[in-house]
Structures are given as C-alpha cells and as structure tokens.
C-alpha cells in the first residue's frame, strides 16, 4: 500500500494543476486518472482541440474572405478534413504529453485507473489501495442531455463526438445557444454545414450581458448560422437517411421540426461523480448534483476535498485551476484563495467575446449606479489594419467611486484583451487608472484604454 500527504483524484486542469502546486509545496503527491492520457475534458476532448479546429477554420475564412481585400490573390485553400482531424490530434498529444513531463519534473506519481474512495484517507484503483491524508477530488464533468435524447456520438453527438466527426455535415442543428454550440456552430459553418441553433431562452449565451448577446447574434447570423429562440426541443428522431428534430415554440406552442444529418446537443454538462463511493462516505451534495463545499473548499467529510466542475460555480478550466492551486495551499497550511468576482469567460468565435465582473442586467437589479465608458473597434487603427475593426470594448465603472465593475468585449482578440481588465480589478482599480496608463500604439489593446476613457472626459478617437 503507498501512502502521500495528498491523492489527487483527476488530472484534468483543476486537478493536475492541484497536484503540481502540492508537490511544489513540499506534499507527497499523487494523481489518480483513468483516461490513458492527462488534461482532461479540456484537453483531451474540450478547450484545446476545439480551438485547435476554430484556429483552422478561421485561417480558412480569413483566406476566403478577407486576402483578396488585402491583395492576396488566388484560390482559397481547400479542406482536407482528415488532416485537419490530425492537426488537431497532434495538439491535443503535445499538450497531453506535456503534463507527463510536469509531473515528473514535479515528482507528481501518476496513477492510472479509475479511483473509488472506500474511506477517509482510502483510495482504491483496482486491486491497490492507496493512503493519503487528503483527498482532492477533481472529476469534472460530462455533458448532459435532454430527457429523450440519447447521444450516441455518430449522429446525435455531445462536443466530444461533435470534435471528431467523419465528415463535415451537409445540416447541423445545435440544440443549446450556450458557448459550446456557438463555437462548434461557428467551426462547421465555416466549412460548409447549413447550421440551425435551437435555444430555449429568447437569446443566446445566458448570463453574458445582453448588448454583448445581441451583438454576438446579430454577427454570427451575417455569418450565416440560423437561430430559432424561445423554443424546447421535445425530441430528436433517427430516419433511415437523416436525423428529424422536433421543437415546440414556446410562444405559441406551434410544433416545428428540422432536419439534420447530425445534431449537437449543448445544453449544459452535469458533475461527473459516479463510482466515487462518495453516498457510502457520506459526503453532502447540493440539489444540482454538485459537492458541497465550504469556503476552504472542503467537503463534509475532514481530508476529503473538492474543486472544478464537480463544486459549485462557473464550469471553466481556469476558475479550476485557480481552486486546486488554492486547495494545495490549503492543505500546506498556507491561506488559498480564490477571488471569484473577477473570473474571465471567453468565447472562441471570431469576432471573441470576453467578459469579466458584473453585466448591466445585474448592476441594475443590485441598484448599484453605473456609468458605461464604450468604444468601437472601428475607432482602433490596428484593427482596421487587420480587417477585423467589428466589435467594441465596454467598460462598467461604479458612478461614484469610478471603480471598475465589469467590463465586456467583442472584437479581434478580445480573449486577450481581458487579461488587462482581470489585471485592473484585482488590484481594486478605477476606470481613471486604465485611462491614465499609456497603452502601445497601435495595438488593439488602446480600445481597452479607450473605453476607460469614455467614463471619464471622453475617448479621444470616437
Ligand atoms: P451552456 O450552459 O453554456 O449553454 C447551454 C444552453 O442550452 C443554454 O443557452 C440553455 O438555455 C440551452 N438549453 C437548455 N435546454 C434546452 C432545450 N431543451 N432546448 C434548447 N435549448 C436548451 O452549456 P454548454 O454550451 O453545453 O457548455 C457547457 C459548459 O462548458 C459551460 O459551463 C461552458 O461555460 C463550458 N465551456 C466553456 C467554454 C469556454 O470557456 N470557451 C467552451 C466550451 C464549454
């Protein structure tokens, strides 16, 4: 039986980054997975190869859109889809491999299999029972579907099958307007695919705020996806040559149907719990089928912790990183944190869309005065340069105190751009202090400067 000061259950990034940052504190560390390689949903089946194929594609649509403007002549490329598939494997093996390597310049042990908690301070992976005073459990998520609906990963596919598809599809249709649909929305129609997102709300991306949403829906319609919103899909059916889908709007309760030769259902994913042992240990759950967890991330059994998708609170890699980083410090005795007011979301359509902080909906229902400070890509001399001046920089500043509430992006590399905002209120800042830093000229980033300006005296390019 081996024993460590901390087991790690999961190697996706909350808790490969977890395992790291215990070791580097000086704990005895080992990380428990089941899939062949390390990195998890995001890795394997997620984040990375889906930005691997929005890269592609977008390198595709630049060429037959934008080169000739540019004085680049000649024939857009083709696509060759089974090499793309293999670019995107290939990115996927050098960032898997790469956490092999983290681990052992760390001395992470890496145990392979899938782990089940037989007591506190127990871990068994197959026929070997492992010790540890801690246990971190970093399981992530699957996706989930609709009552009805099975996902079979051929025609009715989640984001995993929906990655590695045979071919392109003639008709998709995306059950969900959430990011995941949007971004392999965005992926197939770029090659070809008529695509139909059916939305349940009466706007895409819940929760963004709703100029940015509508900004996103207005673009990505020119894009040519189609929409239909406010409406439940009741059920998908399997025909012999295509894939009928049908949805009630919810208006008007009228009955539709689309066909589709494959669907993604996007609507959400669920806490990946099973076979952890966690009802026999007695670990509290929340009604939504995540772990409870106090404010140090602990769960309600003492030495069992937990972080990432499994606990509550936006499902992204880097707010799970941030939390096994914060639990390693835990657990070392120091103090973990994690400032979950400004956690970034992106998504990886082109034009990007970033956020961080509070959205206009929510500073008005919380009565907190705001001013908005805006400015268009279309006044940033970079972004002209490049063909991508869509899109612009809104920033949310306390009316009183200046303060940085929120800010919301859409534009060329917004993704980046957030980092700046992410950056300023961390550190408590006001609008004033962005605008007061000088910013590269010409770089996209003046438009962040810009927006800061426009809660002040006025942007200088608008
Ligand atoms: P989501 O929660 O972002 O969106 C799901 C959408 O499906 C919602 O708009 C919801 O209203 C809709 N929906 C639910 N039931 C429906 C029904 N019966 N008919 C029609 N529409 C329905 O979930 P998504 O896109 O599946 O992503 C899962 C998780 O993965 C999210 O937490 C997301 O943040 C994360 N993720 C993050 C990425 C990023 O940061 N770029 C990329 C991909 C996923």
Redesign the pocket.
């Known amino acids: 039986m081996a024993s460590y000061d901390v087991i790690v259950i999961g190697g996706g990034p909350g808790g490969y980054v977890c395992a790291i940052r215990c070791a580097q504190l000086g704990l005895r560390t080992a990380c428990i997975e089941g899939r062949k390689t390390l990195g998890g949903t995001c890795l394997n089946v ?2 990375i190869p ?1 930005k691997a194929l929005l890269h592609a594609t977008h390198q595709l649509h630049e060429a037959e859109h934008n080169f000739a403007a540019m004085g680049l002549k000649g024939k857009a490329p083709s696509v060759d889809w089974p090499a793309m598939q293999a670019f995107k494997a290939g990115v996927v093996e050098q960032n898997t491999k790469g956490i092999d390597f983290l681990f052992k310049k760390n001395k992470v042990e890496r145990i392979e299999g899938w782990a089940r908690i037989e007591a506190p301070g127990k871990v068994r992976v197959g026929d070997d029972l492992h010790e540890a005073a801690n246990i971190v459990i970093a399981t992530g ?1 699957v ?1 989930a579907s ?1 009552p009805g609906i099975t996902i079979d990963e051929e025609t009715i596919v989640s ?1 995993t099958g929906a990655l590695s598809l045979p071919k392109v599809p003639r008709r998709l249709v995306v ?7 949007l ?1 392999l929305g965005s992926v197939y129609r770029r090659l070809g695919a008529e695509v139909t997102v ?4 009466d706007r ?3 929760g963004m705020d709703l100029e940015l949403s509508k900004t996103l829906q207005r673009t990505l319609k020119k894009q040519g996806l189609s929409f239909v919103l406010g ?3 009741q059920g998908v059916e399997k025909l012999k040559t295509k894939t009928k889908v049908t ?1 009630k709007l919810r208006k008007t309760d009228a009955e539709h149907t689309v066909d589709a030769d494959v669907v993604l259902v ?4 669920r806490p990946y719990v099973e076979g952890l042992g966690l009802e026999a240990l007695g670990v509290e759950m929340l009604p939504r089928g995540q772990i409870r967890v106090d404010a140090n991330r602990q769960t309600s059994v003492p030495g069992i912790w937990a972080i990432g998708d499994v606990v509550p609170g ?3 890699a880097h707010k799970a990183e941030d939390e096994g980083m914060a639990v390693a410090e835990s657990i070392a005795g120091q103090k973990g944190h994690v400032n979950y007011d400004v956690i970034p ?4 359509t082109s034009p990007e869309v970033a956020s961080v902080g509070r959205t206009e909906e929510e500073l008005k229902e919380a009565g907190i005065s705001y001013k908005v400070g805006k400015f268009s890509f279309m006044g940033n001399g970079r972004a002209k340069s490049m063909l991508a001046a869509e899109g612009f920089v809104k920033i949310l500043a306390n009316a009183e105190t200046d303060r940085i509430l929120g800010v919301h992006m859409i534009g060329p590399s917004v993704g980046e751009l957030i980092q700046e905002a992410c950056v300023a209120m961390e550190f408590g800042a006001a609008a004033e202090d962005l605008a007061r830093t000088c910013h590269a000229h010409p770089t996209l980033s003046e438009a962040v400067r810009e927006a800061a300006l426009a809660c002040g005296d006025g942007a200088i390019h608008a």
């Open positions: 997620g984040c889906s998520s996706p609709l984001s059950v969900g307007a959430g990011v995941i649909g971004e059916i939305e349940y709300l895409i991306t819940p409406a439940a899909v949805y996007a609507t959400g994913r936006p499902m992204l979301s992106v998504i990886y």
